[in-house]
């Protein structure tokens, strides 16, 4: 066993994995305490949809340090007994496993809407060795998963690239799969994938969540995910009820940084990639409190080279049915803070079309040297929407009706960000180049309608 390797330790975050909890109502005044009611028993039936072995969707995230840690989550059908991660610094010798320790998981329960209790189990690596490529497998008893690997970020500011998608939420088997598949093959070593949110059509269908894992197949078993939350991923926001609640699947499938407002832990946070600060927003709720969040986290973290803010409702943006008054409402809270701190890019989704704007500050179009912002928005599932004109003066490139994957390569003072149909067409590109000061450069790139 390495030093390192015995310096392995699991984070069990009890609070964020409570098993069960039996919530009493408070009796009216003057009222005989109700009867306690007893939980009911969950129906634990193997699911028909699970494979022989019983273990599937494995999927990478970060709840800490990506330099230093990394999350495994998988499902089984069963309550499996003493579910295990092996872990061991990799190498090209097969004999690798010989090496590995194993971290016992901490397994959350959920029951699915068609009343059947599958079991999500987690793992927290932590105190891992920065630049380093690791082998990994889950299991229990005798059924294991394949090896797999991942590769724990440089800790200071190296050059790489990774890939931002768009809203995917509908035909996540027929017409998503290509999307993951044209992006892997495209993206040079890619690191891992920005989610900008609706992952799926209706969060609480089982079914969905085998299609969204199915059309990636084995990428998220190797390049962690990045998810910001969308609208369809939050109840309230679909049924208009303005309590926009974090679907159930998002916390058993996604162990994500706990350094959020209080109340929007796993949803709004910020993690350091190699010189880059990425922020997810929520755009569903809450949003003074996350800006004046947003506004402490960019103040304190001064040592980024650069600044992606993600989140899935859009600031500026040319699409979509709807008028420009949620945009305005977002910018209201939101611009003020991005303008202060100098945000490079702000990623988003929702509209379900392609629109990347000129350098912005204070809503209005700027020098390319200036001082300002570049936002983009992009689209990767079928479902489309019509451009519209709002906010045509700011935008350099929209596109409608067509299925993009971004890939954004930072290397030192120059982040290029590449935007590509699925069918492999160059349809958008620029790059930010700053200067020793740190003042950028808005460099318009070539593309091609597709
Ligand atoms: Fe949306």
New binding site residues.
């Given amino acids: 066993m390495t030093k390192n390797l015995s310096r392995l330790l699991v984070a069990v975050l009890c609070s964020r994995l409570t098993v069960a909890a039996v919530i009493a109502a408070e009796p009216a005044p003057g009222a005989a305490p109700a009867a306690p009611v007893p939980a009911a028993k969950p129906k634990i039936i193997k699911p028909a949809d699970m494979p022989a072995a019983g273990i599937d969707r494995i999927l990478l995230t970060w709840a800490g340090d990506p330099a230093t840690s990394q999350s495994i989550t998988w499902r089984t059908g069963e309550p499996s007994t003493n579910p295990l991660v092996e872990v061991a610094v990799s190498s090209a010798n097969p004999k690798f496993g010989t090496n590995a320790v194993t971290v016992a998981a901490v397994t959350r329960p959920l029951t699915r809407s068609d009343g059947v209790t599958v079991f999500y189990h987690r793992v927290d690596l932590t105190n891992l060795t920065p630049a380093t490529i690791y082998a990994y497998r889950v299991g229990h008893g005798k059924d294991w998963s394949e090896w797999n690997q991942f590769r724990t970020a440089a800790r200071e500011a190296q050059p790489f690239s990774f890939i931002y998608l768009g809203?995917v939420q509908t035909h996540l088997k027929p017409l998503c799969s290509r999307i993951f598949r044209a992006a892997m093959l495209k993206a040079a070593d890619p690191r891992f994938i920005l989610h900008l949110?609706?992952l799926v059509e209706a969060p609480e269908k089982d079914k969905l969540w085998a299609e969204w894992f199915e059309a990636a197949g084995w990428i998220f078993r190797t390049l962690p995910s990045l998810p910001v939350p969308?609208?369809?991923d939050q109840y309230g926001a679909i049924t208009k009820t303005n309590e926009a609640v974090l679907s159930q699947y998002w916390p058993a499938q996604f162990s994500l940084p706990t350094n959020g407002p209080a109340g929007l832990e796993g949803m709004t946070y910020f993690l350091n990639y190699q010189g880059v600060l990425f922020v997810s927003l929520n755009s569903e709720r809450d949003l003074e409190v996350q800006a004046q969040w947003l506004d402490k986290v960019l103040t304190e973290n001064k040592r980024r080279s650069w600044t992606v803010v993600s989140i899935?409702?859009t600031l500026f943006s040319s699409g979509g049915k709807r008028t420009p008054d949620a945009q305005v409402a977002l910018q209201k809270v939101f611009l003020p803070v991005i303008d202060k701190h100098k945000v490079d890019l702000v990623l988003q989704?929702?509209y379900h079309i392609y629109s990347r704007s000129h350098k912005l500050q204070g809503g209005k179009r700027v020098d390319p040297k200036a001082a300002g912002t570049v936002y983009c928005t992009s689209v990767a599932g079928s479902k489309m929407y019509p451009l519209n004109p709002a906010y045509d003066e700011l935008m350099s490139r929209k596109g409608d009706y067509i299925q993009l994957f971004q890939i954004i390569s930072v290397d030192g003072k120059t982040l290029r960000y590449e935007s590509w149909s699925v069918t492999g067409d160059l349809f958008d590109s620029f790059s930010l180049v700053k200067d020793e000061a740190g003042a950028s450069e808005l460099v318009e790139g070539r593309a091609v309608k597709p």
Wanted: charged share 20%; proline share 0%; glycine share 30%.
């Fill in positions: 809203d949110g609706d969308g609208n369809h899935h409702a989704g929702h």
